[in-house]
């Protein structure tokens, strides 16, 4: 599948707010959000909230409820749970292993004089491609809950 058939609403199934541009080895599926760069964050390393706006993920059990490097736990995953490894975290981006592979990268971008703007980044490896319409949807969701939790 090519890169332009997974930017477009045929490639994801619906329209979305998101991009995907190609950053060297990886895709970078990436969507605006209306809120700080430190309230996306925060969000975005909460394993509390990964399973509503995450659609691959169907539960979090973790000590770490904010992970940082090292946080260890396991997702459940189409029913079957498996283990994770958050391997590098600084705060505003953090990797991790899935089952002991490499998976996505997370990161939020911040926007000069837009302290009310971020934008939230997944980095997908280019073998797994087919994994970018999952991350659109993904950030589309997390978008929803973020703005939503700070419009309320």
């Known amino acids: 599948m090519d890169i332009e058939g997974l930017c477009g609403p045929s490639g994801s199934g619906g329209e979305s707010a998101s991009t995907v541009v190609r950053e060297g080895t990886t895709l970078a599926v990436g969507r605006d959000v209306a809120v700080a760069p ?16 995450g659609p691959a993920i169907d539960a979090v059990e973790s000590d770490d409820r904010y992970v940082t490097r090292g946080t260890r736990g396991r997702v459940r995953v189409g029913g079957a749970w498996v283990p994770f490894r958050v391997t590098a975290c600084n705060g505003r981006r953090w990797d991790w292993r899935v089952a002991g592979i490499p998976a996505t990268g ?32 993904a950030l589309d969701r997390f978008a929803a809950l973020v703005e939503d939790e700070t419009e309320g």
């Not at 430190?38 to 706006?53: N, Q, Y």
Request: proline share 6%; glycine share 2%; hydrophobic share 45%.
């Open 38 to 53: 430190s309230v996306a964050a925060e969000a975005l390393r909460d394993t509390r909230t990964w399973p509503d706006w």
């Open 106 to 137: 997370h990161r939020v971008d911040s926007y000069a004089g837009a302290s009310d703007r971020s934008r939230v980044v997944v980095e997908v490896p280019i073998a797994a491609a087919w994994y970018v319409p999952v991350c659109r949807r």
